[in-house]
């Protein structure tokens, strides 16, 4: 079982900038690919972020291409998304994921991630 914990979300202005961690416990990171994903109200729930368990991987959606980075620090069993110039539209919750079917590939659909965090919470002002 891997249970997964997020933090670092908040009130942010646009422009600014967040760190995003996700903590795994149960197994490490090895053993899965992580997904980052947000849900805006009234929204699906959408691909924001993936890396597979090594690192040496990672995709983006478009809308954050070039704004946002995901990495993984083995050592701390965390993934952490640095985002940048954050624009009101990220405003979402934002939860992590892991796939343990898939770790060599980063998925984009949200069927394919079985675990889940609970989430964290970002607002960005205008």
């Known amino acids: 079982q891997v249970y997964l914990a997020e933090c670092g979300g908040g009130l942010v202005q646009s422009g600014g900038s967040l760190r995003l961690s996700c903590e795994a416990f149960?197994?490490?990171?090895?053993?899965?690919?992580v997904g980052w994903f947000r849900q805006a109200p009234g929204k699906e729930r959408e691909f924001v972020a993936g890396?597979?368990?090594?690192?040496?991987?990672?995709q983006y959606a478009d809308s954050v291409k070039g704004r946002f980075t995901i990495s993984s620090d083995n050592a701390k069993n965390t993934i952490y998304v640095q985002m940048h110039n954050l624009r009101r539209e990220d405003t979402a919750v934002y939860y992590c994921?892991?796939?343990?079917?898939?770790?060599?590939?980063?998925?984009?659909?949200?069927?394919?991630?079985?675990?889940w965090g609970q989430g964290t919470e970002v607002t960005v002002s205008s």
């Open positions: 890396i597979t368990w090594n690192g040496s991987f990672t």
């Open positions: 994921a892991a796939n343990v079917n898939s770790k060599n590939y980063v998925r984009t659909s949200q069927f394919e991630y079985n675990h």
């Open positions: 149960g197994r490490t990171l090895n053993n899965f690919a």
